[in-house]
């Protein structure tokens, strides 16, 4: 598969060709149709603190089409349109228990939406309903932030806010 492969702060990414994932087990894979570029992807990138490691391939607010399925899995099948958070917990912790993944302490990260393929995590992936485009399902994680903002500022309906930023 050709992915896009970041090779340090202040170098050009690469396109590269690497070899296609194998789902392991619980994991799928997808062929990413879209995927979004956060602001979490700039900022890890910058050489300005912590970075991802060179030849990561980022991406975590995708959506694409199973192809491939791994051992075990019990509600996805190859056709599927799916997004998948970038983090899939434990599922046995506290946190997961309470149907916070991405709050595990020892969470498996999913990232790879700069790829033509990627894994995912079946626990942590969500099939998208057939009146959402493959546009609409890169948004789903972005959405999913700014609702748990909302949750945590315990907003009422009608509420007045500002929103910084883009």
């Given at each position: 598969?050709?992915?896009?492969?970041?090779?340090?702060?202040?170098?050009?990414?690469?396109?590269?060709?690497?070899?296609?994932?194998?789902?392991?087990?619980?994991?799928?894979?997808?062929?990413?149709?879209?995927?979004?570029?956060?602001?979490?992807?700039?900022?890890?990138?910058?050489?300005?603190?912590?970075?991802?490691?060179?030849?990561?391939?980022?991406?975590?607010?995708?959506?694409?089409?199973?192809?491939?399925?791994g051992q075990d899995i019990r509600?996805?099948?190859?056709g599927d349109v799916v997004t998948?958070?970038?983090?899939?917990?434990?599922?046995?912790?506290?946190?997961?228990?309470?149907?916070?993944?991405?709050?595990?302490?020892?969470?498996?990260?999913?990232?790879?939406?700069?790829?033509?393929?990627?894994?995912?995590?079946?626990?942590?992936?969500?099939?998208l309903p057939s009146a959402l485009?493959?546009?609409?399902?890169?948004?789903?994680?972005?959405?999913?932030?700014?609702?748990?903002?909302?949750?945590?500022?315990?907003?009422?309906?009608?509420?007045?806010?500002?929103?910084?930023?883009?």
């Open positions: 598969m050709r992915a896009a492969v970041f090779k340090g702060a202040d170098r050009p990414w690469a396109i590269e060709s690497l070899p296609d994932p194998e789902p392991g087990v619980g994991e799928a894979v997808i062929k990413v149709g879209r995927c979004g570029v956060c602001g979490t992807d700039l900022n890890m990138t910058s050489g300005n603190g912590y970075d991802f490691p060179c030849g990561s391939v980022l991406g975590h607010e995708f959506c694409g089409e199973v192809v491939a399925l509600s996805l099948k190859i998948a958070m970038p983090a899939a917990g434990c599922g046995h912790c506290d946190m997961c228990r309470i149907g916070m993944q991405v709050m595990c302490a020892t969470p498996t990260h999913y990232m790879g939406g700069f790829g033509e393929y990627m894994r995912i995590a079946e626990r942590a992936s969500v099939k485009s493959l546009l609409d399902g890169a948004l789903v994680e972005p959405l999913a932030v700014g609702l748990h903002g909302v949750s945590l500022a315990r907003l009422k309906p009608n509420a007045r806010v500002l929103v910084l930023g883009g």
